[in-house]
């Protein structure tokens, strides 16, 4: 299984990068697809995740509108669109795979299978 996220690099606050994350080795269909972040000296958080039917997304509250998360299963591939970028979004940005039933909302890293290596994200001010 791989995940490899791309997309990453410097962008000026207000700015707008598109992170991708192609998966290879999985049923991507199968997989509900999440995005994480960490920043120097801090915890890796939750930003979004995308039910594996692509019909329900979920988002952390510092998001607010900023970011969407889509998949397409052609590719097997999951986007995060981030938009009025901030200088605290840097940081380096995960995709995740795991198998989470309907009833819950898996904003927690070890709920996850898979991880990709981490793409590279700063907002310059």
């Known amino acids: 299984v791989q995940l490899q996220a791309s997309g990453g690099g410097l962008v000026q606050a207000g700015g707008s990068l598109r992170l991708s994350c192609a998966t290879s080795g999985l049923t991507f269909s199968v997989y509900d697809m999440g995005w994480f972040r960490q920043a120097p000296g801090k915890e890796r958080e939750f930003v979004a995740v995308i039910r594996r039917g692509g019909d329900s997304t979920h988002y952390a509250g510092f998001v607010k509108g900023r970011f969407t998360i889509a998949r397409d299963s052609a590719k097997n591939t999951v986007y995060l669109q981030m938009n009025s970028l901030k200088p605290e979004d840097t940081a380096v940005y995960y995709c995740?795979?795991?198998?989470?039933?309907?009833?819950?909302?898996?904003?927690?890293?070890?709920?996850?299978?898979?991880w990709g290596q981490g793409t590279q994200v700063t907002v310059s001010s």
């Open positions: 995740a795979a795991g198998i989470f039933s309907r009833a819950t909302v898996p904003t927690m890293k070890g709920d996850y299978d898979y």
